[in-house]
């Protein structure tokens, strides 16, 4: 049976968010938000764990532990498809690995258990597959190996959600898991950080 792996996309530009930190970087708890979606995705059993950087690249790169595969999206600033296609290529020469969990840096709480409940459905023969959150489609996203090719297609700022307007999706019950809340924003920053601290 082929294995999962899991990319997280921190190449964005963040421009909602401003200021000279990349988006990535900035902190939550004192923790960059990179450090959360890795957490999720390395507390899953899947490998590889492959990061996306793009703006402040090699400052992102610092923020990664041990057994992180980094690589750079060539051309990031064209959106997140760039990011995206890097992610995939990394993952090419990993002939075992059938499928990829996307996940995103910006998105701090969501949980391994998603990743995992991802990889169960491809098990059971989804080849494109959405978590969900009270019946909202989230993030991560799976997408099978045999739809890498059309997901190189893509341009600008259209992710793998781009392909579920041409393919049967499987949603994944994620509800309890975690929470796939942006940061966008520095005020989205700061509502989660009261909400962590309120419990």
Not at 63 to 75: E, N, T
Request: aromatic residues 4%.
């Amino acid at each position: 049976m082929s294995d999962v792996a899991v990319a997280v996309l921190a190449a964005g530009r963040g421009e909602r968010l401003g200021g000279r930190t990349p988006k990535p970087l900035v902190t939550l708890q004192g923790r960059p938000l990179v450090a959360w979606a890795l957490d999720a995705a390395l507390a899953t059993t899947f490998r590889p764990v492959v990061l996306v950087v793009g703006r402040g690249g090699m400052a992102v790169r610092r923020a990664a532990p041990a057994g992180v595969v980094v690589v750079r999206a060539r051309k990031w600033r064209q959106g997140i498809a760039r990011s995206l296609w890097a992610g995939l290529e990394a993952l090419d020469h990993w002939a075992r690995v059938g499928a990829v969990c996307i996940g995103l840096a910006d998105q701090p709480l969501v949980g391994a258990e998603a990743y995992r409940r991802l990889a169960a459905a491809h098990r059971d023969g989804a080849r494109l597959a959405v978590a969900t959150y009270d019946g909202t489609r989230g993030n991560p996203v799976l997408l099978d190996r045999s739809l890498w090719g059309e997901a190189r297609k893509l341009r600008g700022d259209l992710g793998a959600r781009a392909l579920m307007d041409h393919h049967a999706v499987t949603e994944v019950d994620c509800t309890g898991t975690g929470d796939p809340i942006d940061v966008d924003t520095l005020a989205d920053l700061g509502d989660l950080e009261r909400r962590l601290e309120d419990g």
